[in-house]
């Protein structure tokens, strides 16, 4: 067998397991990886600014194809601690994603050497296996273990800390035979399937709320294809959204607190019965569970079985694969359809289609500065069905599930549990490494867009090229709204007046300057007439010069996003629609 470094192995193996891309940034305890990967030059490398924005490209990345894991990099101590937010946010989300940090040599571990820390003890909550590796010859069995891990069961992410002189030592092994382990997914019986049939066969209002497992499994074909033979309309989840397109006949809107539609929270409240598939039944989503579950049955689907009742019992459950049980779900459905046995939807289904052309937010406003709302549906004229949406938390992420639309799986890429600020940045760079003729835009507000805005840098370095609409209120807009229980309006003002750009007046920080300083492009629009003519040229300038370009809007200081405590206490600030005018790209006014 052939002898090499540790180090190599373990790029040999992520090379067989199909890595072809890593972000990071190298240091001393490193080293030894870094100088294996360089002379293979296999899995490509982006040197990111902050180790916390590697880890969240390797999500974007993830997130951005079937069958993607992201590889983050760094080195000892402080690279580990900063990718623990990264983890947090992968594993909440289940996507998998392996971080590889540098250690001091295994004598100078416990002896408080420097930038030596236990990260895997620190790693160990947000991971599925966080590991310390102590002996050379067991680097290629746990980097196998790994990505058998990452892969099988509810996907997640891994940490794996490699000492120094575990990196440089010599060992046995053979690239040539390596196989990767097998993966393991449950798979729901017809037996299961059988009972959640009948189930929804017995209810005459139905929904299927179709969560992000579906698009983890690459499974959007088939809950597509279950739903057309079934006639039951779709809910999606926020992270399931693009599972269905919206403006697929069955797709009849989001539910839940915040990021959901008035046609879709209506909706649910009028169903009898929800099959879920591949949702946890995240908060906010339902808000409180007496209120979600009031007079409805539930069927739960779940890769993880201690998912199931974790939130509320279901009626029935089942613990499998998103796309494995809708396999046998499609199968069922057909036998019942060639016996003439399936329930005719059509009734229900045209309910559900009247409420999403009539209970509509209005987007049109006219006023300056801007009103958030104008900006998305700018958005929805100016760029396609082929757009992929990345966005993260905060007001701006808010309004923009409200208002926006995603025609395909993977068209919205969003941190769904975890909400980092600073996330949309250097996820919208993972996007692109994984797909560089992608057409990508983010979505940010300008505390999101400032905290890891150094990451800019990495797009002009690297030809990463997206669009960023930036929309600056100079406010923390999500936190000040929530502090009106308070009656406060406490720290959470961003405003300054610039003395730099004084035509800013009390939009603080000159986000062009600092934009072009960092080798990108910059586009400011104070006029709502201009949005669209703002947006077309940053595609065009994207595509010309091969680097992010922002778009900033200015907003209107204060805004309201409808939202609330309940499907059924959702509060709406604005104006609503009364007509097409009002809201000219709502998705149920435009055939």
């Not at 470094?5 to 190298?26: D, L, Q, S, W, Y």
């Not at 996820?427 to 300008?446: E, M, N, P, T």
């Not at 030809?463 to 999500?478: E, I, Q, R, S």
Request: aromatic share 8%; glycine share 8%.
């Amino acid at each position: 067998m052939a002898r090499m470094t540790a180090a190599e192995a373990a790029v040999h193996i992520m090379e067989k397991e199909g890595a072809t891309c890593a972000f990071g940034v190298p240091g001393a305890a490193i080293n030894p990886l870094y100088a294996a990967l360089r002379p293979r030059n296999q899995i490509k490398h982006v040197l990111a600014r902050h180790v916390e924005a590697a880890s969240h490209m390797a999500e974007g990345y993830t997130r951005a194809k079937a069958g993607n894991i992201g590889i983050c990099i760094g080195t000892s101590g402080p690279a580990g601690t900063d990718m623990i937010t990264g983890l947090y946010s992968a594993a909440a989300d289940s996507i998998p994603i392996l971080c590889i940090t540098g250690q001091a040599p295994r004598a100078r571990l416990h002896k408080e050497d420097f930038q030596a820390v236990d990260i895997a003890a620190i790693a160990k909550p947000v991971t599925k296996m966080a590991v310390t590796v102590m002996e050379p010859a067991q680097v290629p069995g746990t980097f196998q273990q790994a990505f058998h891990l990452m892969r099988s069961g509810r996907p997640g992410p891994v940490l794996i800390d490699l000492p120094f002189d575990v990196q440089t030592a010599e060992i046995e092994f053979d690239p040539e035979t390596y196989e990767p382990l097998p993966v393991y997914k449950p798979k729901a019986t017809r037996a299961q399937i059988d009972k959640a049939i009948a189930l929804l066969q017995a209810a005459e209002r139905p929904l299927i709320v179709a969560g992000g497992g579906i698009i983890n499994a690459d499974a959007s074909d088939k809950l597509v294809t279950f739903a057309e033979l079934t006639g039951v309309p779709v809910i999606p989840t926020l992270m399931g959204w693009g599972t269905i397109p919206d403006d697929h006949p069955l797709m009849v809107g989001m539910a839940g607190l915040q990021t959901s539609h008035r046609y879709g929270n209506a909706t649910l409240l009028a169903s009898d019965f929800v099959l879920g598939i591949g949702n946890r039944w995240a908060n906010r989503h339902t808000g409180t569970v007496e209120v979600y579950t009031k007079d409805r049955k539930f069927v739960h689907v779940d890769i993880e079985p201690t998912q199931i009742g974790r939130v509320f019992a279901p009626d029935y459950g089942i613990a499998s694969d998103a796309g494995a049980a809708l396999d046998v779900f499609i199968e069922a459905a057909r036998e019942l359809k060639a016996q003439g046995e399936l329930k005719d939807r059509s009734a229900w289904l045209e309910e559900c289609r009247e409420r999403k052309k009539t209970l509509l937010r209005r987007t049109h406003f006219t006023e300056t500065p801007i009103k958030p709302q104008r900006v998305y549906e700018e958005m929805n004229k100016a760029f396609g069905r082929d757009t992929t949406y990345v966005s993260t938390i905060g007001l701006s992420q808010i309004a923009a599930a409200q208002f926006l639309h995603v025609y395909k799986p993977r068209g919205w890429i969003n941190c769904g549990q975890a909400g980092p600020l600073g996330w949309t940045l250097p996820a919208a760079l993972g996007v692109c490494a994984a797909d560089r003729g992608a057409s990508v835009v983010a979505i940010s507000g300008d505390y999101d867009f400032q905290f890891l805005i150094e990451e800019l840098a990495v797009g002009a370095q690297f030809n990463l090229p997206y669009v960023h609409v930036l929309v600056n209120n100079a406010y923390l807009g999500l936190i000040r709204q929530s502090q009106r229980g308070f009656n406060m309006d406490f720290q959470v003002q961003l405003s300054f007046e610039n003395i730099n750009t004084p035509e800013l007046g009390v939009y603080g920080v000159d986000h062009l300057k600092v934009v072009e300083g960092l080798g990108c492009r910059a586009i400011r629009v104070t006029d709502p007439e201009k949005l669209h003519e703002g947006f077309l040229e940053a595609k065009r300038l994207a595509a010309e010069l091969r680097v992010p370009v922002v778009v900033e809007v200015i907003l209107e200081r204060v805004t309201n996003v409808a939202m609330g405590t309940d499907l059924d206490k959702v509060t709406e600030f604005e104006d609503l629609a009364l007509d097409a005018a009002d809201a000219p790209t709502a998705i149920a006014l435009l055939d």
